[in-house]
């Protein structure tokens, strides 16, 4: 069972996204997330997926791919986890995927293909899940995680960036 994280199952830098996640089922907030987000983009035309709220910032088309990468390492660790890996498994610099996906060449459509069909992987995930899953720890970027968390962080990741959006893009 999904329960808001113990401050023991993730590493404190997490934080910040977990501690925003409202109280509620973590796979009913996921996919009401999923039409939110694509509903926000679906929105937007080709210029404005463009559009950066300052020099050196991310497009939006580039923080929507992030989130995407993002939900794909998480959903990656969260699987591993459950399945009993004790393998230690690397942490990743998010700037150092940004330019080689080149996501402001592709469609928002394309983008959104991409973030809805990893979101509908990452529900299939936790809904499939053992009960016993959630409990269950491995070691990421140096730091004890526990599935739990994980799922807790893909949401809070996402509705971090989509604060920003709301406060810096002007949306």
Same mark, same amino acid.
């Given at each position: 069972m999904f329960t808001?994280?113990?401050? +023991?199952?993730y590493i404190r830098y997490q934080n910040q996204y977990i501690s925003i996640v409202p109280e509620g089922n973590i796979i009913e907030l996921l996919e009401r997330q999923q039409d939110d987000t694509v509903n926000y983009f679906s929105s937007l035309n080709e210029q404005q997926a463009l559009y950066r709220y300052a020099a050196g910032k991310w497009s939006l088309k580039e923080v929507l791919g992030h989130i995407a990468d993002t939900e794909a390492i998480m959903s990656y660790r969260l699987l591993r986890i459950a399945r009993g +890996?004790?393998?230690?498994?690397?942490g990743f610099e998010q700037d150092d995927?940004?330019?080689p996906a080149s996501f402001d060449t592709l469609s928002n459509e394309e983008l959104l293909e991409r973030y809805t069909s990893i979101r509908r992987s990452s529900l299939s995930l936790?809904?499939?899940l053992p009960i016993t899953a959630p409990a269950r720890r491995g070691i990421v970027n140096n730091h004890e995680m526990s599935v739990n968390a994980l799922a807790y962080?893909?949401?809070?990741?996402?509705l971090h960036?989509?604060?920003i959006i709301r406060e810096r893009y002007n949306a």
């Open positions: 808001r994280p113990a401050s +023991d199952e +890996d004790r393998t230690a498994l690397p995927y940004i330019e936790l809904r499939t962080v893909i949401a809070g990741h996402e960036h989509m604060n």
